[in-house]
């Protein structure tokens, strides 16, 4: 089996929300946003809710896409009925000096059966849960900046989330659905190409709500490239911004002799794979 691995690759999705028009929509929702019962119980007043926190952030979504060709040969024993029930033997066009022996109405050929198998994963992944995420899928052809130095992604005044699931996990977890074991006399072909392994940082901005009378609290969450809005638990401030790295970020060199079969010989070719697209490219004279 070989097992081709692409580089890995950091994008940052541009919001075409601008800041004051987010804190514009979220004070515009200031009096529903505690849910239609409690307006219409307790209507609060237009100065009883603040906007007591608020934060730009960016929250991070995985891009796994990969596919698998396997063509592969099987021996098979083929019945074939014969339908004249007189007969005794037959005589193929294709070998007219065999002879083959008619029993219980068929004949028995030996067969060599050529197969092929393809399958693909396309899949957009939180990168905070490890959930498929398929609602963020259009943020996959959105104008977006890709980061050379990961090290290097800072932007001021905002939250930046570095993901709880790394890559190497996810792309185990991909490939463990993506391949499938069988049967064969030979294998022709047994390739997997793992196409796509992209982190995406996508804006969000948070408000958090605070009905002074009743003292509760509420989030609001507005999609910095949709613009949609939506009430959260996530607290606002709740998370800080951490340092971003690419061995943080993106594993797969270090855990590559385990991707699959953990001390197999698949594995350690995804390794030597991973090794040498790694490895700088010789100066030239």
Not at 99 to 111: F, H, M, P, R, W
């Amino acid at each position: 089996m070989e097992i081709r691995v692409s580089p890995e690759r950091v994008f940052v999705v541009t919001p075409s929300v601008t800041w004051d028009a987010a804190k514009e929509k979220a004070w515009g929702q200031k009096a529903s946003v505690f849910g239609a019962l409690s307006n219409l119980v307790f209507r609060p007043a237009g100065d009883d809710v603040q906007i007591t926190k608020s934060e730009l952030r960016y929250e991070p979504f995985w891009h796994i896409a990969c596919h698998s060709d396997l063509e592969y040969e099987v021996k098979e024993t083929l019945a074939l009925p014969v339908k004249n029930t007189a007969a005794e033997a037959v005589f193929l066009d294709l070998a007219p000096d065999t002879q083959l022996e008619v029993k219980d109405g068929s004949i028995q050929l030996t067969a060599l059966t050529r197969c092929r198998e393809s399958h693909r994963k396309d899949e957009v992944v939180d990168g905070m849960t490890g959930k498929p995420r398929p609602d963020l899928t259009h943020n996959l052809k959105r104008p977006m900046t890709e980061l050379r130095e990961v090290d290097s992604f800072a932007p001021a005044d905002a939250v930046v989330w570095v993901p709880e699931f790394r890559s190497s996990f996810l792309v185990r977890q991909e490939l463990g659905q993506l391949m499938t074991a069988v049967q064969a006399d030979r294998i022709i072909t047994d390739v997997v190409d793992v196409t796509s392994i992209a982190l995406f940082f996508r804006p969000v901005y948070a408000f958090e709500f605070l009905w002074r009378s009743k003292q509760k609290s509420q989030s609001l969450e507005i999609d910095g490239v949709t613009g949609e809005s939506k009430t959260t638990t996530t607290t606002v401030g709740s998370r800080m911004t951490r340092h971003l790295s690419k061995e943080l970020l993106f594993d797969i060199g270090a855990d590559a002799v385990d991707l699959l079969v953990p001390g197999g010989g698949i594995a350690m070719k995804v390794g030597r794979a991973v090794i040498r697209r790694s490895e700088p490219k010789p100066s030239q004279a």
